[in-house]
Nanobody
Framework: VQLVESGGGSVQAGGSLRLSCKAS????????MAWFRQAPGNEREGVAL???????DYADSVTGRFTISRDNAKATLFLQMNNLKPEDTAMYYC???????????????????WGQGTQVTISP
């Protein structure tokens, strides 16, 4: 499995960014994937999660502002981030649970493959 993130950048508060995660080696009919972020001095936290059963999950801090989605044809996971806040500033990572099987549990703690990250910086 190889995950490559892109789309990070610097925007002002209230702006939007769309992160992409190009994935290879994943069976797109059966997957569990997520976006995480880590700010300096903080622990890595799960932001949004989705599996092949289709139900997304979001951290409380981003609910209503972020949307996770995937394009199977392009083998790409997305994170649309709207109404960005300075506290969203962090390195964002794409992750995948390579042991997930359809009907199983998809959770943040099961991720075992990671991308290199893309930096998101939000100015006041």
């Amino acid at each position: 499995v190889q995950l490559v993130e892109s789309g990070g950048g610097s925007v002002q508060a209230g702006g939007s960014l769309r992160l992409s995660c190009k994935a290879s080696g994943i069976y797109w009919f059966e997957y569990c994937m997520a976006w995480f972020r880590q700010a300096p001095g903080n622990e890595r936290e799960g932001v949004a999660l989705i599996d092949s059963d289709g139900k997304p999950d979001y951290a409380d801090s981003v609910t209503g502002r972020f949307t996770i989605s995937r394009d199977n044809a392009k083998a790409t996971l997305f994170l649309q981030m709207n109404n960005l806040k300075p506290e969203d500033t962090a390195m964002y990572y794409c992750a995948e649970d390579s042991f997930f099987r359809s009907g199983g549990f998809c959770g943040y703690y099961g991720m075992d493959s990671w991308g290199q990250g893309t930096q998101v910086t939000i100015s006041p």
